[in-house]
Each structure stands twice: as C-alpha cells, then as structure tokens.
C-alpha cells in the first residue's frame, strides 16, 4: 500500500513536470523575455548619453549615484544623462535661450540621487505661453501668482503670459 501511494506520487510528479517543460517548449517565442529595450527607453537611449559631467548648452534629464563607480573610482560619483535641451522636455537643468512652464519636485528623484531635486518642462520662448522666467528679448501682458503651482513647487511661484 504504501508502495503504491509512493508510486502514484511520482508518476503524478513525473507527469506535471513533463506536462510543463512541454509547454514551455510550444510557447511562442514572442513569450519569452526579452533583454530588449522597449521602443520608448531605444527613443530615450538615443536621445542622449551618459557622462560624468553636463557639457555647455546641453542639459540633463536623470542622475545616477554609485559607490566606487565610473565617475569616481575611489568614492561616491554622480554620473548625468545629457540630453539636448527641447521645447516640452523634462530637465534638471534651463539651458540658456529657454525657459519653463512647470516644475516637479521629488525626494531622490530624477535630478538629486540623494536629495530634493526639481525638474522643469522647458519651453522655447514665445508670444502667448505661460512662462516661469521673461527670456531675453521677451516682455510679459499678465501674471499669474500660486502657492505651490506651476512654477514654485514649495512656495510662492510667479507665471508670466510672455509677448516677444
């Protein structure tokens, strides 16, 4: 008796494991993960690179901190993606000849790997955006002050309706 039930035990194991290596075999190949980059992060990766410092009229959209890493091989070092700066772009940074519409705020975020850091939505200057800085070049028609808006995530933030 006990034999049996030992028996019926691992032809039943024996069976799920055929069962399942089988089906893994039949699974179509677009089932299996892919190391792949997704067609936004090949968008992305190609957009801009990695360095270890932002060069002149570019900016940055991510920061990396790693211990004994490429940036600094006996300590801590901060490594920055570089973009080039675009009209609707996320940065960390507002390269000269734009300005910003919005700001996000966040702990360890995308702009400080160990701290707050803001990012600002850049905006190439023109007649009848709402802008947080009057460009050179650019007078403004109206202003819109917020606590915590658009251009001042913790304070009093002033926006600008620009006319150029």
Known sequence: MKRSRIRTAITAAT?????????????????????????????TAASGFWACTVPSGKTYSDTDRRFRGTCNPSGWGTSYYVVDPADGIWACTVPSGYTYTDTDRRYRGNCNATDYGTSYLLAEPRTGIWACTIPSGFSYTDTDRRYRGNCNPTGWGTSYLLVG
């Open 15 to 43: 069976g799920a494991a055929a069962l399942a290596l089988g089906g893994l075999a039949a699974a179509p190949a677009a089932a299996a993960p892919s190391s792949a980059p997704s067609a936004q992060e090949s968008a």
